[in-house]
């Protein structure tokens, strides 16, 4: 199938677009962009490279792709943004490009990014999240599959989200969220589990119940983090989903919200 490409767009003659590919007046695509089949790239979009995209990505009128980190150590080095399949970056979304020589920013696919949305420089975005407008990573930031990001939320650099997450409106994240709860506030508190969320995405009862009895024990006020998670390790050690949660806490290098 033929690609349908304005004759207004600027496209860069070192870029590689695929089949069905559609690019709107006055878009941007740079030198070094590989943009896979049946991407969307809208009226005044810009996408800079080196950046690996997928396929069936849509990129909305102004959002700004694979720009160069705005950290200040980075000197012009070759970094890169890598974008899975099928994802949706809304009005004025933007994501930048790694910093070190050779650093990659990755996000994975079937993402929805909303209007102001802002991934920066070397972060790794998983797979099936949401990040609601104006939802803003800093530099080095990890979401895992699932997480949610509402409106209005900042994320401190080297931060972590863990999978199934959710992260409440005009929330301010400075530690680690731990996987399946809600973390909400300024600052941040972990509220509860994110049933809801869990069940819409066919989580058994059964799991359910054993992540609300792993949140009593892990916010219990009388075990500090180091003992809750031993105590978590002793009672559910085979059940796969507290499993994760405890991992996370293990792996953890700025501790996680409590």
């Not at 870029?15 to 559609?22: I, K, Q, S, W």
Request: net charge neutral; with cysteine.
């Amino acid at each position: 199938m033929s690609q349908s490409i304005h004759l207004t767009a600027i496209i860069d003659p070192t870029a590689e677009l695929g089949a069905d590919v559609e690019i709107g007046a006055y878009a941007w695509v740079g030198a070094g962009v590989k943009l896979g089949a049946g991407c969307r790239v809208n009226h005044h979009a810009s996408i800079n490279g080196p950046s690996r995209i997928g396929q069936g990505n849509h990129f909305f009128p102004y959002s700004s792709i694979g720009e160069k980190s705005q950290d200040l150590k980075y000197k012009g080095e070759p970094t890169y943004v890598e974008i899975g399949d099928n994802n949706v970056f809304r009005e004025f979304t933007t994501v930048n490009r790694g910093t070190a020589p050779d650093a990659w920013t990755r996000i994975g696919s079937n993402n929805l990014f909303l209007t102001y949305s802002h991934v920066a420089h070397d972060c790794i975005v998983g797979s099936h999240t949401i990040f609601s407008n104006n939802a803003t990573l800093a530099g080095h930031v990890e979401v895992g599959d699932y997480a949610i990001i509402s409106g209005l939320s900042a994320i401190h650099q080297f931060c972590r989200i863990g999978t199934h997450a959710i992260i409440g409106g005009c929330t301010k994240i400075v530690q680690d969220a731990p996987p399946f709860f809600i973390a909400d506030g300024n600052p941040a508190e972990v509220r509860g589990v994110n049933a809801v969320g869990l069940q819409r995405k066919g989580f058994a009862d059964e799991e359910i119940k054993a992540l609300r009895a792993a949140y009593k024990i892990l916010y219990d006020k009388s075990l500090n983090t180091s003992q809750a998670v031993d105590k978590l390790a002793s009672e559910y050690a085979d059940h796969p989903r507290v499993k994760v949660l405890i991992d996370f806490v293990r792996s953890s290098q700025r501790g996680i919200i409590r």
